[in-house]
């Protein structure tokens, strides 16, 4: 088994790269939703927060009764327990990226978890 996996994303709707990437730390999803479409559910999480990246288009985020304008270029951070629901806009598409790990598990990142291999 080689240290690394390698996949190709194309235009679905949804691909959750859990399995395809045999990810142990995180779930990632890459999201498409066309002009005028909405997850057609209000979820919340019970130990994962959520990071979302907006690759392309526009939308909005309803975040416990709050609305969220988002764009591409966007981050956003929803903790765990929030209710939330996800909207592309009546005009626009939109193309996201949902990163979901467990909340306060981060002990270490970047030079601090890293090593020099000679």
């Known amino acids: 088994m080689?240290?690394?996996?390698?996949?190709?994303?194309?235009?679905?709707?949804?691909t959750e790269l859990h399995d395809k990437l045999s990810l142990?730390?995180?779930?990632?999803?890459?999201?498409?939703?066309?002009?005028?479409?909405s997850v057609p559910f209000v979820h919340a999480h019970k130990k994962n927060e959520e990071i979302y990246a907006v690759l392309?288009?526009?939308g909005r985020a309803v975040i416990d009764?709050?609305?969220?304008?988002?764009?591409?270029?966007?981050?956003?951070?929803?903790?765990?327990?929030?209710?939330?629901?996800?909207?592309?806009?009546?005009d626009e598409g939109i193309r996201y990226i949902c990163i979901q790990v467990r909340e306060g598990s981060l002990e270490e990142y970047t030079a601090a978890d890293a090593e020099i291999c000679r």
């Open 65 to 90: 009764g709050e609305t969220v304008e988002l764009a591409a270029g966007d981050w956003l951070r929803i903790a765990t327990g929030a209710k939330r629901q996800f909207f592309a806009a009546e």
């Open 56 to 58: 392309s288009g526009k």
């Open 2 to 14: 080689s240290n690394y996996s390698k996949v190709s994303v194309g235009k679905e709707a949804r």
């Open 24 to 37: 142990t730390g995180a779930e990632i999803s890459v999201n498409e939703m066309p002009a005028g479409a």
